[in-house]
C-alpha cells in the first residue's frame, strides 16, 4: 500500500503543565496534496508545523513522514529528514547581505550540493518571476519579492514536503492573490505535498485538496473538508455557492 506524505496518530504537545499547544491529533496527508490547516492564534499550528518539520518534537504520539518516524528515541530529528522538507515561513528570513540567487542556493550548500545550484537557481527565479533580480539584495526587493524567493530556496532541494507557515500574511490582498496563484502553479510542477498554515478562510478553500480547521486550548482537529473543484480554480470559485456555503461553515466551525 502506498505511504502517506505525513501520518500523525494521537500527537500531543505539552510545552509546561499549564501549556497544551495541541492534543491528541490524528490525521493523514497523502503524497502531493495539498492540505491547509486554518485556526485562530494560538491553537498549535505553528507547533504542528515545526514538528512535521523536525524542528519541534511532540511531547506524545507517533509522526512518520513517508512511512519513516522522524524523532528517534530521544526526541532528536533524525537525519534522514534533511533535504526532504522545505519550510516557508511568515517572514522571508533573507540574509541581507547575500543576494538573490544566493540565498535561494543557501539550502544545497548546507547540503554539500553547491555544484548543482547554477541552473537550479535559475531555473527557480524563473518560475517565481525574479529571473531579473539574481543579483539584488533582499533590501532592493518589496515584500511580495521577498517571500517568493524564501519560496524558491525551500524548493531548492527539490523537497517532498513543504511546509509553509503564513506566508503571504503579511502581504497586502492584491499581492496575495498573486502569490497564490503562483504557489498553486508552483506546486503543481513540483510533485510535492503541500501543507499550508493560514489565517484566511478564502486562502484555504481557494487552495486546498482538504482544509483541517482547528480550535484551540487546547489545539484540536474540529473539523476537514475535502475539495475537489478543479484547477486552477481563482476568484470565480470562490465565488460559486459551494465555495460560499463551505467558506460560512468553517467560519461556524472556527467559532464566528
Ligand atoms: N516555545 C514555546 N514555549 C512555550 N509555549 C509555547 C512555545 N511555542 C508556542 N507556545 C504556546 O503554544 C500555544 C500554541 O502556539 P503556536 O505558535 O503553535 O500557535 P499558532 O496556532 O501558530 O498561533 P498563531 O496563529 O498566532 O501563529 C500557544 O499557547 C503558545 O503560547
Ligand atoms: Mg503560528
Not at 12 to 23: C, D, G, I, P, Q
Request: net charge positive; aromatic share 6%; glycine share 8%.
Amino acid at each position: 500500500m502506498d505511504t502517506f506524505a505525513i501520518e500523525a496518530v494521537d500527537l500531543t504537545k505539552r510545552y509546561n503543565a499549564a501549556v497544551v499547544a495541541y492534543e491528541g491529533l490524528s490525521m493523514q496527508v497523502s503524497k502531493r496534496e495539498f492540505c491547509v490547516f486554518v485556526g485562530k492564534s494560538g491553537c498549535g499550528k505553528t507547533s504542528l508545523l515545526r514538528a512535521f518539520a523536525g524542528l519541534n518534537p511532540p511531547s506524545s504520539g507517533a509522526l512518520k513522514l513517508e512511512g519513516y518516524s522522524i524523532y528517534g528515541t530521544k526526541n532528536q530529528a533524525l537525519p534522514r529528514i534533511a533535504g526532504r522538507v522545505g519550510f516557508v515561513f511568515q517572514e522571508p528570513n533573507l540574509l541581507p547581505w547575500r543576494t538573490v540567487a544566493e540565498n535561494i542556493r543557501l539550502p544545497l550548500e548546507a547540503e554539500g550540493q553547491a555544484k548543482l545550484a547554477e541552473g537550479r537557481v535559475a531555473e527557480l527565479a524563473a518560475q517565481v518571476g525574479l529571473e531579473k533580480f539574481l543579483d539584488a539584495f533582499p533590501s532592493e526587493l518589496s515584500g511580495g519579492m521577498r517571500q517568493r524567493v524564501s519560496l524558491a530556496r525551500a524548493l531548492i532541494c527539490k523537497p517532498g514536503l513543504i511546509l509553509m507557515d503564513e506566508p503571504f500574511g503579511a502581504l497586502d490582498a492584491i499581492t496575495r492573490e498573486s502569490m497564490n496563484e503562483l504557489l498553486e502553479r508552483v506546486w503543481h510542477a513540483s510533485n510535492a505535498t503541500v501543507v499550508l498554515v493560514t489565517h484566511s478562510i478564502s486562502e484555504a478553500v481557494l487552495l486546498a485538496d482538504r482544509v483541517v480547521v482547528m480550535t484551540p486550548h487546547p489545539g484540536r482537529i474540529k473539523a476537514t473538508y475535502r475539495i475537489d473543484a478543479p484547477r486552477p480554480r481563482g476568484a470565480a470559485w470562490l465565488a460559486k455557492p459551494e465555495a460560499v456555503a463551505l467558506s460560512a461553515q468553517i467560519k461556524i466551525d472556527l467559532g464566528g
